[in-house]
Structure formats: structure tokens, C-alpha cells
């Protein structure tokens, strides 16, 4: 489950991904275990690990997080569209979570190294609620890239303008750490207040 360029504004799936993504209408009658996202891997598959820095110059790896699940995605603080729509809706499922949030973890990757700064991405969080609610990872392009690699992820920055066209999805990972689901970058908060507590116990 590879994610193609989808820009700012966009959210189209690859044929790759396609074929590796089971896409399925969310449902509230279905078993217990069945995800409301729109598209799930099938069969779930190994998250590519990678550490990075935060925000705040700590440490983080994705395997620190074992045991939750976690919603990861792709970003840049300064995004007109997109991105604020996607930390929007996270920011509004862990608010329909409840005390259940604590299940989840928010891991955002910075796609714009040179825009993404200490002090933007804790403006950006600030003004999204999402203070100590999400891990925003920044660094340079050469630690950055091979993320970004490893994901699928497809970055084309346009200097003149600060826009960064790139994938914007939001990838749900098990507790146990493997790639189940995937959310477009519209995708509705009670999809992912729904699934946290099957992919956290996965």
C-alpha cells in the first residue's frame, strides 16, 4: 500500500495501491473487527520503522509506540488545504475517543524541511489543539528522504511558492505494528474513532 502523489487538494490512490488495498464502504453493522476505513491491506503488512526528530528535539521512533495504534501521516505546517483538514479530523477523533485516546498515537513527517521549524510546526499545533497530542517529526532532506522512500511517499516542492506537493494520507498501523488500514485525506473522524480500538488491540 504505496501512496501515490496526490498534492495538496488531492487524495487519488495509485493502481499499486489498488491492488494491495481492500476498498470497502464503511459500515456500523459489521463484525466487531471490521474497520471503518475505506480501504484496508490485505493482508496487513510490516510499517517500515524510522526514527526522527521532533518538534521539540526528541528522539521518537515509530516502533516506540508499540501497543497503540498509530495514525501516521505525511505534512507541512504551512499547507493552505490538506494538511489542516487532516490534522482537523484527527484532532476531532481523538476528541470523539474520549478517554479511549489514549489508544492512539499521532505521528505526523514533515514533508517540507526547510519550512518545517521548531517554532512553526509548535504555532502549527497550537493553533490545531494538537499540542502533546501529536508527534510532528522534522529534519533535514537527507534524514527526511528516506522516509519518505520507505512509505511511498512522493514529494515535489515548488520554492517560488512554499507549496509542497505531496501523498496525503493517513495510515492506520496495529498495535503490533503492521500497515492495516488507509484514510484518504477526507476522511471522516468516526472512521478513525471506530478503528483506533481494533487497531490498537491488532
Known amino acids: 500500500m504505496t501512496a501515490?502523489?496526490?498534492?495538496?487538494?488531492?487524495?487519488?490512490?495509485?493502481?499499486?495501491?489498488?491492488s494491495k488495498a481492500t476498498a470497502k464502504a464503511p459500515t456500523t453493522s459489521a463484525k466487531?473487527?471490521?474497520?471503518?476505513?475505506?480501504?484496508?491491506?490485505?493482508?496487513?503488512?510490516q510499517a517500515p520503522d524510522f526514527t526522527l526528530r521532533d518538534s521539540l528535539g526528541h528522539t521518537v521512533s515509530l516502533s516506540d509506540y508499540r501497543g497503540k495504534a498509530v495514525l501516521l501521516t505525511f505534512i507541512y505546517d504551512h499547507c493552505p488545504d490538506?494538511?489542516?483538514?487532516?490534522?482537523?479530523?484527527?484532532?476531532?477523533?481523538l476528541a470523539k475517543l474520549g478517554p479511549q485516546a489514549s489508544k492512539?498515537?499521532?505521528?505526523?513527517?514533515?514533508?517540507?524541511?526547510?519550512?518545517?521549524?521548531?517554532?512553526?510546526?509548535?504555532?502549527?499545533?497550537?493553533?490545531?489543539?494538537?499540542?502533546?497530542?501529536?508527534?510532528?517529526?522534522?529534519?533535514?532532506?537527507?534524514?527526511?528522504?528516506?522516509?519518505?522512500?520507505?512509505w511511498g511517499v512522493k514529494v515535489e516542492a515548488s520554492p517560488?511558492?512554499?507549496?509542497?506537493?505531496?501523498?496525503?494520507?493517513?495510515?492506520?498501523?496495529?498495535?503490533?505494528?503492521?500497515?492495516?488500514?488507509?484514510?484518504?485525506s477526507n476522511f471522516k473522524a468516526g472512521w478513525v474513532s471506530h478503528d483506533v480500538p481494533i487497531l490498537a488491540a491488532g
Not at 4 to 18: H, K, T, Y
Not at 82 to 93: D, G, Y
Not at 160 to 179: C, L, M, N, P, W
Open 32 to 45: 466487531p473487527a471490521a474497520l471503518a476505513a475505506p480501504s484496508e491491506a490485505s493482508p496487513p503488512y
Open 104 to 150: 492512539a498515537q499521532v505521528i505526523a513527517v514533515s514533508v517540507d524541511p526547510k519550512g518545517d521549524t521548531p517554532k512553526t510546526v509548535a504555532s502549527f499545533l497550537k493553533f490545531h489543539a494538537m499540542t502533546g497530542k501529536m508527534e510532528y517529526l522534522i529534519g533535514s532532506k537527507q534524514k527526511l528522504s528516506p522516509v519518505w522512500k520507505a
Open 4 to 18: 501515490a502523489l496526490a498534492g495538496c487538494g488531492s487524495s487519488g490512490a495509485s493502481g499499486a495501491e489498488a
Open 82 to 93: 490538506v494538511c489542516p483538514l487532516i490534522v482537523s479530523s484527527l484532532h476531532n477523533a
Open 160 to 184: 517560488d511558492d512554499r507549496e509542497v506537493g505531496h501523498s496525503a494520507f493517513v495510515y492506520g498501523i496495529t498495535g503490533q505494528g503492521k500497515v492495516r488500514a488507509l484514510y484518504p
